[in-house]
């Protein structure tokens, strides 16, 4: 369930197009990335700072990732995502491997320049500024020449941000289900294709789960309408939950979201050294929906967030406030997972 990010504006280029795009541009592939800048940050969504920043950066894939700012009035200011933040869950969301190259509106903040540190081989990633006040290409260590991230807490072959990983998420009293490269784990009393009729018809559900299903809040309306099943949302928060990096916390969790136009969206919480320049799973999750071609957040009708059973960090609170404020019509599900500990 990977954003479809084929529809205009595109937050993601494919190595063949963008090869094409450089050369027919006669620029240099660092000077062309920089010129994607100024309209990458037309495209941001600062409504309380009035300022626009824009990111663009090169995968080792030889794709190019574009990110931008986000702010969301009524919500504090540590929801916003920083274009840095932004493009990153972009390149994560695509199976991108490595950043090695980024040109920036403005010089990376001090909160971009920590988060970016999970990156592996970070200091040496490219860095351009293109706001006119140093035109040159520095190494990310240059802005952060001191550095505190994964090295010192982390053993040195742990999968860092936008490397593999699966976090081993298993849902109380069930078997793992395979979805590919990661797994993820539901209530297998969940028909793939449930509606309201399934749930009063269905051999095999309990009185009790059918009552349950159906007094849940705005699950009832929900389920009526929707195109696809509660159990594909859960699914995609599962693997997005598997796929977080919160090597620090140990407490990964992952949102999706659909909408009225039955797409769903997934994002996986990413964690930083420093805790706090940090991306939530729902921030990540409205990232892949803006690069799927979302407008406004009026489209999302429900949420999913799976995090795992007594966890030090509750994200559930936050991810319902932050819904009540963006999106007062979607309805919000939350779900624990276990972590299957290895033998």
Not at 113 to 135: P, S
Not at 141 to 165: A, I, M, N, Q, T
């Amino acid at each position: 369930m990977r954003p479809r990010c084929g529809t205009m504006p595109e937050f993601v280029i494919d190595s063949v197009k963008a090869a094409k795009l450089q050369h027919a541009s006669g620029l240099g592939v660092e000077q062309f990335l920089a010129s994607l800048v100024k309209p990458t940050a037309a495209l941001a969504r600062p409504p309380i700072s009035k300022f626009h920043v824009g990111a663009v950066g090169l995968g080792i894939s030889g794709r190019i990732f574009r990110g931008v700012n986000l702010e969301f009035p009524g919500l504090p200011l540590n929801c916003t995502v920083h274009a840095e933040q932004f493009l990153v869950a972009n390149a994560l969301q695509h199976g991108e491997k490595r950043i090695v190259f980024l040109a920036v509106s403005a010089a990376p903040c001090g909160h971009c320049r920590q988060f970016l540190q999970e990156l592996r081989d970070a200091g040496n990633i490219r860095v351009l500024v293109t706001d006119g006040k140093d035109a040159q290409v520095r190494p990310l260590s240059y802005f952060l020449p001191h550095r505190f991230g994964p090295d010192d807490l982390l053993s040195k072959d742990f999968p860092l941000l936008l490397e593999s990983r699966a976090n081993g998420l298993v849902a109380p009293g069930t078997p793992a289900i395979s979805t590919g490269e990661e797994y993820s784990n539901l209530e297998v009393d969940l028909h793939p294709n449930l509606c309201e009729e399934d749930v009063a018809d269905k051999e095999g559900l309990t009185e009790s789960t059918k009552s349950n299903l159906l007094k849940e809040p705005s699950l009832n309306s929900w389920l009526r309408n929707s195109k696809r099943s509660l159990l594909e949302l859960k699914t995609a928060a599962f693997v997005a939950a598997n796929a977080s990096y919160a090597p620090y916390s140990r407490c990964p969790s992952g949102v999706a979201i659909y909408t009225k136009k039955g797409e769903i969206y997934r994002g996986s919480y990413m964690e930083s050294a420093a805790y706090n320049p940090g991306l939530p799973a729902l921030q990540a999750a409205i990232v892949a929906f803006i690069c799927g071609g979302g407008s406004n957040y009026g489209e999302i009708e429900a949420a999913v967030l799976v995090e795992t059973v007594d966890a030090p960090v509750r994200h559930a609170a936050t991810v319902r406030l932050a819904l009540e404020s963006l999106a007062p019509q979607a309805s919000f599900h939350f779900y624990e997972a276990h972590v299957q500990r290895k033998q």
